[in-house]
């Protein structure tokens, strides 16, 4: 059974940092591109950022670019995302998600069950 666990959200000021953390269990980790996804209230889930389980590929939105940074633990099983200079328009539930074929079908197959992260201005 894969889960993927996410913790680290919260409530931050505009211009501060959270990182934000999620634990697979039950899948091959080194074989799944491991990715960040948000949703705000009333708007569409969208793309954050995206890397290889080996780690040596990474992939960005262009609104979190110079900002976010993506990770990934294997001996841990764990993929970070690391943001920075947060603004309000940073606030919504994100999910971790993890996917064999991306590249092939820019599709996830396991999703975690959100973490929310509020920005104040």
């Known amino acids: 059974q894969v889960q993927l666990v996410e913790s680290g959200g919260g409530l931050v000021q505009a211009g501060g940092s959270l990182r934000l953390s999620c634990a697979a269990s039950?899948?091959?980790?080194?074989?799944?591109?491991m990715g960040w996804f948000r949703q705000a209230p009333g708007k569409e889930r969208e793309f954050v950022a995206a890397?290889?389980?080996?780690?040596?590929?990474?992939n960005y939105a262009e609104s979190v670019k110079g900002r976010f940074t993506i990770s990934i633990d294997n001996s841990k099983n764990t993929v970070y995302l690391q943001m920075n200079s947060l603004k309000p328009e940073d606030t919504a539930v994100y999910y971790c998600?993890?996917?064999?074929?991306?590249?092939?079908?820019?599709?996830?197959?396991?999703w975690g069950q959100g973490t929310q992260v509020t920005v104040s201005s």
């Open positions: 039950g899948l091959a980790f080194r074989r799944y591109v």
């Open positions: 998600s993890a996917g064999l074929r991306v590249a092939v079908t820019q599709e996830y197959d396991y």
């Open positions: 890397i290889s389980g080996s780690g040596g590929s990474t």
